[in-house]
């Protein structure tokens, strides 16, 4: 292997009666789970439950933090404040970090959903208010966000480590922005496209934008979203093809060592 790179997924985003994915199968072919909080999915049995896969899984546990956006699944934006984004950061990542610590584990890092993430990517107060939220909770937590956006910039500026991310299955602007989903071609359907995008980014490469360019990416993780149809399949074909390319697939390294019975959702590494 000559490098490696994270593998997440958004997860944990089945609610009440209604279930979204299928997390057991795709843990088995990613090294971090991002568990929705219950803002825009997720309830309290949902989240423990999905800690607990994690762990058996030895994923790395993470909170995916929201506007408050249930009937829209987070993804419509809002109009927020710094403050309220501050606290809405804060009490999800709070809730996650409860049922991870009552499990004996703690989180690696938190990375915001859908129109929060966008939003934060582009917008420098937003991005700082989820930082300072972030860093004032747990300055070891790693902040994910959108390669080379306000939120990672925001994120180093309170002292956090960061983590870019880049998208397998996303097609991506000439700004570097990820096309509105509101675009009928937003999502690369397609596995073996999708496949392909994630090694070009995870090699080096980039990827191709929506108007054709290329479009320079360093990412330290690669997302696999949880509510595809066939999202155990694609994290499977995504993990072979990296595995294939010389590239191994492991959870970041923690910012401070977690404590002995802790460490299992640290140890997902490619042998």
Same mark, same amino acid.
């Given at each position: 292997?000559?490098?490696?790179?994270?593998?997440?997924?958004?997860?944990?985003?089945?609610?009440?009666?209604? %279930?979204? #994915? !299928?997390?057991?199968?795709?843990?088995?072919?990613?090294?971090?789970?991002?568990?929705?909080?219950?803002?825009?999915?997720?309830?309290?049995?949902?989240?423990? *439950?999905?800690?607990?896969?994690?762990?058996?899984?030895?994923?790395? =546990?993470?909170?995916?933090?929201?506007?408050?956006?249930?009937? #829209?699944?987070?993804?419509?934006?809002?109009?927020?404040?710094?403050?309220? %984004?501050? $606290?809405? %950061?804060?009490?999800?990542?709070?809730?996650?970090?409860?049922?991870?610590?009552?499990?004996?584990?703690?989180? @690696?890092?938190?990375?915001?959903?859908?129109?929060?993430?966008?939003?934060?990517?582009? !917008?420098?107060?937003?991005?700082?208010?989820?930082?300072?939220?972030?860093?004032?909770?747990?300055?070891?937590?790693?902040?994910?966000?959108?390669?080379?956006?306000?939120?990672?910039? $925001?994120?180093?500026?309170?002292?956090?480590?960061?983590?870019?991310?880049?998208?397998?299955?996303?097609?991506?602007?000439?700004?570097?922005?990820? @096309?509105?989903?509101?675009?009928?071609?937003?999502?690369?359907?397609?596995?073996?496209?999708?496949?392909?995008?994630?090694?070009? =980014?995870?090699?080096?490469?980039?990827?191709?934008?929506?108007?054709?360019? *290329?479009?320079?990416?360093?990412?330290? @993780?690669?997302?696999?979203? #949880?509510?595809?149809?066939?999202?155990?399949?694609?994290?499977?074909?995504?993990?072979?093809?990296?595995?294939?390319?010389? =590239?191994?697939?492991?959870?970041?390294?923690?910012?401070?060592?977690?404590?002995?019975?802790? %460490?299992?959702?640290?140890?997902?590494?490619?042998?």
């Amino acid at each position: 292997m000559n490098h490696s790179i994270d593998l997440n997924c958004d997860m944990g985003e089945s609610f009440g009666a209604w %279930t979204m #994915g !299928d997390d057991a199968a795709v843990l088995a072919h990613v090294s971090s789970a991002n568990i929705a909080c219950g803002l825009h999915a997720g309830d309290p049995d949902t989240m423990r *439950r999905t800690v607990d896969l994690a762990l058996r899984a030895g994923v790395a =546990i993470g909170a995916h933090v929201s506007l408050p956006d249930l009937q #829209g699944f987070g993804r419509r934006e809002m109009k927020i404040s710094a403050d309220e %984004t501050y $606290a809405l %950061t804060l009490y999800q990542v709070g809730a996650l970090a409860g049922f991870a610590r009552a499990a004996g584990a703690r989180l @690696t890092h938190v990375k915001p959903h859908g129109a929060l993430y966008n939003m934060a990517a582009r !917008d420098a107060a937003l991005a700082d208010a989820i930082a300072q939220a972030v860093h004032r909770f747990d300055a070891s937590l790693r902040l994910v966000g959108l390669a080379a956006s306000e939120l990672p910039r $925001a994120g180093e500026r309170a002292g956090l480590a960061v983590a870019h991310e880049a998208f397998a299955d996303r097609r991506y602007e000439n700004d570097g922005a990820l @096309t509105p989903r509101r675009e009928h071609d937003a999502v690369i359907e397609d596995i073996d496209d999708a496949v392909a995008q994630a090694l070009a =980014i995870a090699r080096g490469d980039g990827a191709t934008t929506r108007q054709g360019r *290329r479009l320079a990416l360093h990412a330290d @993780t690669l997302c696999v979203h #949880g509510d595809r149809a066939n999202a155990a399949e694609f994290a499977r074909r995504l993990r072979d093809g990296l595995r294939a390319a010389g =590239i191994a697939v492991a959870a970041l390294p923690p910012r401070m060592s977690a404590r002995p019975d802790e %460490t299992p959702s640290q140890r997902n590494t490619e042998q």
